[in-house]
């Protein structure tokens, strides 16, 4: 398999170093990170600034520019070739439920997806990078069962994205992996002020709401009774549901204005 590697923490953080370490013997492995931690960025692309690489002394690529940035340049030209698999991660920290949404780990697999490439977002569920040998290990043995089964697309040719959440845990006490929805959370917590040294009020984004919807079923659950999660995503925002009523609701603004 040739896999690319990417992240949202950072080229050097440990996450994406000990990913690669668990995925550098099964293909050829490319890693093209961010140069700074790059969390919550989503699918921002760079557009109004240049974008630089360099290289690190163990090899890994390193970009000024967001997640969606790496993954984005690797696969329109740095590259030269089209990788089987984006791997992005492993995150800091969960990105389950309303996580998803922001995630510069998802963002960046996201991206490999929007170009067709099957696409895996791994992380942690909680923050500090306890067990992360497991966590690794894990997602090695995922990546190591997709290639064995050929699973580099669905039957109907499309490429997968895939958002894995891996509980922070002794490898011997992770539970096997169960396929889920997202939840969702509580609003987040209120933004906190500070006041800077020049006297001008400074705003910080308040920590994720705690779980709301952790029913069985969802990510929250399945990683609570220490399940390693796996969440199928599509990009698609459309509400199907109600496309009928919106339907109806534009004939009646379009009548009242005639």
């Not at 170009?115 to 090695?140: C, M, N, Y």
């Not at 069962?145 to 050929?150: A, D, E, P, Y």
């Not at 079923?217 to 549901?241: E, N, R, Y």
């Amino acid at each position: 398999m040739k896999i690319l590697i990417s992240n949202d923490d950072g080229f050097q953080a440990p996450g994406i170093v000990a990913l690669y370490e668990a995925l550098k013997d099964l293909g050829e492995v490319e890693v093209i990170a961010p140069e700074h931690n790059n969390s919550a960025k989503s699918n921002a692309l760079t557009l109004h600034s240049p974008l630089y690489v360099h290289r690190a002394a163990n090899g890994f690529r390193y970009v000024n520019g967001t997640p969606a940035d790496c993954v984005h340049i690797a696969l329109t030209g740095l590259l030269g070739y089209r990788p089987d698999l984006v791997v992005s991660g492993i995150n800091n920290g969960a990105n389950m439920g309303d996580d998803t949404i922001y995630s510069g780990t998802v963002g960046a697999a996201m991206e490999g997806y929007l170009f067709g490439v099957p696409a895996i977002a791994f992380s942690q569920t909680e923050k500090g990078w306890h067990h992360l040998d497991a966590a690794a290990a894990k997602a090695r043995e995922l990546v190591q069962q997709m290639g064995q089964h050929g699973l580099h697309g669905q039957n109907d040719g499309r490429p997968w994205l895939l958002n894995v959440n891996i509980p922070n845990r002794p490898l011997a006490d992770i539970k096997p992996m169960k396929v889920c929805r997202l939840g969702r959370r509580h609003l987040a917590e209120p933004v906190i002020t500070q006041t800077s040294p020049r006297g001008e009020t400074m705003y910080w984004i308040g920590a994720a709401g705690a779980a709301k919807d952790d029913a069985e079923g969802t990510d929250f659950h399945a990683t609570f009774q220490g399940h390693v999660s796996l969440t199928p995503l599509q990009v698609d925002l459309t509400d199907h549901d109600h496309l009928r009523y919106w339907a109806q609701t534009a004939a009646a603004l379009n009548g009242s204005g005639a």
